[in-house]
T-cell receptor
Framework: ETGVTQSPTHLIKTRGQQVTLRCSSQ?????VSWYQQALGQGPQFIFQ???????GRGNFPPRFSGLQFPNYSSELNVNALELDDSALYLC?????????????FGPGTRLLVL | AQTVTQSQPEMSVQEAETVTLSCTYD???????LFWYKQPPSRQMILVIR??????QNATENRFSVNFQKAAKSFSLKISDSQLGDAAMYFC???????????????FGKGTLLTVNP
C-alpha cells in the first residue's frame, strides 16, 4: 500500500459526457501527477500539479484538465468523452524534485466510455 | 524526447529460479533516474527499485537487482529466487533529473508480463 487513494474504482460513461476522477496524496506529498494507461500499454503522462498549479503537461488536449486543493488532493476532469478515453487512470504523489523523485501510485480508476 | 523500450512482451520463470527482464532507453541527458515498477492484477503500480544515473553501483533491493549500463543505455532487472507473488506486469521507467515542467514526468516502456510457474 502506497497511501495514495483514488475514487471511484470503476466508472462507465457515454461518449460526450464529462467525468471527474479523484486522488488523495500520500501524507506529506505535495505533488500529484496523472497518467493514462490504455489496455496493454505503459502509462502516459497527462499532467502534474504542484502547489495548486499545473506544473507540466503531456500530449493531451485541453479537454483534460485538473485541480489540486490546499490539502494536496487532486481531481482529473475530462470533458466531451471519446471512446479512446477508455483506460485506467493513475495518479501518483511525490515530493518536489530535489527532495524525493520517486512517484507513488494509487490503485487507479478504470473508465469505460461507451 | 526520451523513449523506453522493453523488448520482451512476456517472460516466464520457474519458482525459485532467476529471471532477467530487459530495458533500453534513449536520451541525450547525462543525469536522470531509472525505475522498475511492478503492476499486479490488482492494478496498483508498486516501485520495485530505482537507480540514479550518476551512481556507478547497481541498485539492489533484497531479491531484486539491476544491471545498469549507462554507455549502452541499458537497465535490466534481475529477480532471484522467484516467488509466485512476483507474477505481474513489470514496467521500466525513465525520469529526467532536470527541474521544471514536464521534466518531472515518468516515461514508461510497454511492459513485460512475468509468469511464475510452480
Amino acid at each position: 500500500e502506497t497511501g495514495v487513494t483514488q475514487s471511484p474504482t470503476h466508472l462507465i460513461k457515454t461518449r460526450g459526457q464529462q467525468v471527474t476522477l479523484r486522488c488523495s496524496s500520500q501524507s506529506g506529498h505535495n505533488t500529484v501527477s496523472w497518467y493514462q494507461q490504455a489496455l496493454g500499454q505503459g502509462p502516459q503522462f497527462i499532467f502534474q500539479y504542484y502547489r495548486e498549479e499545473e506544473n507540466g503537461r503531456g500530449n493531451f488536449p485541453p479537454r483534460f484538465s485538473g485541480l489540486q486543493f490546499p490539502n494536496y488532493s487532486s481531481e482529473l476532469n475530462v470533458n466531451a468523452l471519446e471512446l479512446d478515453d477508455s483506460a485506467l487512470y493513475l495518479c501518483a504523489s511525490s515530493l518536489p524534485s530535489g527532495a524525493q523523485e520517486t512517484q507513488y501510485f494509487g490503485p487507479g480508476t478504470r473508465l469505460l466510455v461507451l | 524526447a526520451q523513449t523506453v523500450t522493453q523488448s520482451q512482451p512476456e517472460m516466464s520463470v520457474q519458482e525459485a529460479e532467476t529471471v532477467t527482464l530487459s530495458c533500453t532507453y534513449d536520451t541525450s541527458e547525462s543525469d536522470y533516474y531509472l525505475f522498475w515498477y511492478k503492476q499486479p492484477p490488482s492494478r496498483q503500480m508498486i516501485l520495485v527499485i530505482r537507480q540514479e544515473a550518476y551512481k556507478q553501483q547497481n541498485a539492489t533491493e533484497n531479491r531484486f537487482s539491476v544491471n545498469f549500463q549507462k554507455a549502452a543505455k541499458s537497465f535490466s532487472l534481475k529477480i532471484s529466487d522467484s516467488q509466485l507473488g512476483d507474477a505481474a506486469m513489470y514496467f521500466c521507467a525513465y525520469r529526467s533529473a532536470r527541474s521544471g515542467g514536464s521534466n518531472y514526468k515518468l516515461t514508461f516502456g510497454k511492459g513485460t508480463l512475468l509468469t511464475v510457474n510452480p
